[in-house]
């Protein structure tokens, strides 16, 4: 399976601020992707990383608000923008497997707005 | 839209079989995926299932694929305290996107 990490393990910050998330993965993917959970929840998926052109984002996600890049194979980074203290998840990328029949999660953003 | 639901809570004691069920509305789903949270972590792929199978193992761990009901379940054999954990069900998107949809997650408690 790939090894992801991300960066910033967690962060607290302040309301209207912005925040970078950076996802590493250890082997060219083609397919990633941004989840969040929000406390007590389950995952729904923010928007699907595309290299080389513009995220797709879900019913709900808007690019102003959650900007993504994707400039090569093993990278990408989510920015949660102006944020508020409704942000407050955790932010989690996943890539898919090599044979296109699993998704692997990275260790996740526990993110708190203050 | 799709839909995937668990129920919220399970209770086993240690050595014990835990059973965990979940249902999904997709027909066209073509992986279905069952994760493992533990508190303060990421989420670990356990096991998952081609939708034309309709049983899987994988040592301790078996899933069962009723495709007619749309029910998904996992067993886990001699349940131990560290399998304490949440528990996600996923069903791949039939589409074109490649996304998994998440039921809302069953907290398994592990009594010793």
């Known amino acids: 399976s790939a090894v992801i990490s991300q960066k910033p393990s967690r962060d607290i910050c302040q309301r209207g601020t912005s925040l970078t998330i950076q996802c590493q993965v250890d082997?060219?993917?083609?397919?990633m992707f941004w989840y969040r959970q929000q406390p007590g929840q389950s995952l729904t998926l923010i928007a699907t990383a595309n290299q080389g052109s513009e995220a797709t984002y879900e019913s709900g996600f808007v690019i102003d608000k959650f900007p993504i890049s994707r400039p090569n194979l093993t990278f990408s980074t989510l920015t949660v923008s102006n944020m508020s203290p409704e942000d407050s998840s955790i932010y989690l990328c996943?890539?898919?497997?090599?044979?296109?029949?699993?998704?692997?999660f990275g260790p996740g953003t526990r993110l708190l707005v203050l | 839209g799709e839909d995937v639901e668990q129920s919220l809570f399970l209770s086993v004691r240690e050595g014990d079989s835990s059973v965990i069920n979940c249902t999904y509305t997709?027909?066209?789903?073509?992986?279905l995926y069952w994760y493992k949270q533990e508190p303060g972590a990421g989420l670990q792929l356990l096991t998952y299932?081609?939708?034309?199978?309709d049983m899987k193992q994988d040592q301790r761990l078996t899933v069962l694929l009723n495709k007619k009901d749309k029910h998904l379940s996992l067993r886990i054999a001699d349940t131990q305290t560290g399998d304490s954990a949440i528990y996600f069900c996923a069903e791949r998107d039939g589409g074109a996107t490649n996304k998994l949809i998440f039921g809302t997650g069953t907290l398994l408690a592990v009594q010793p």
């Open positions: 299932i081609f939708s034309n199978m």
């Open positions: 997709d027909s066209s789903s073509t992986y």
């Open positions: 082997s060219q993917v083609t397919m």
């Open positions: 996943s890539v898919e497997g090599p044979v296109g029949e699993t998704q692997y």
